[in-house]
């Protein structure tokens, strides 16, 4: 089994910078997905950026150029550096696990508000 714990989010204003972190630990495959989702108040839950154990990423379109995803697989730790942050992303921010033959894992969640 898989947990994950986040850290990391805050208040920030417009055009500011957070960093998140998540934390992996229990039965870790050597091959596996991590990244960050995140939901905003009667939203769906939408990819912010992925990153594979060989360190492929994918980011969505509204992260691409602000935000940068990462990983330290000695760690198992998984960041997501977020830059000229804007309104519009604030929400929860989820750290996700996938691999194959295990169901998604999440975090808690971790709370990013920008605020004008």
């Known amino acids: 089994q898989v947990q994950l714990v986040e850290s990391g989010g805050g208040l920030v204003r417009t055009g500011g910078s957070l960093r998140l972190s998540c934390a992996a630990s229990g039965s870790i495959s050597r091959i596996n997905v991590m990244g960050w989702y995140r939901q905003a108040p009667g939203q769906k839950r939408e990819l912010v950026a992925s990153i594979t154990s060989s360190g492929i990423t994918n980011y969505a379109d509204s992260a691409k150029g602000r935000f940068t995803i990462s990983r330290d697989n000695v760690r198992n730790a998984v960041h997501l550096q977020m830059n000229s942050l804007k309104p519009e992303d604030t929400a929860v921010y989820y750290c996700?696990?996938?691999?194959?033959?295990?169901?998604?894992?999440w975090g808690q969640g971790t709370q990013v508000t920008v605020s004008l």
């Open positions: 996700s696990y996938s691999a194959s033959g295990v169901r998604n894992v």
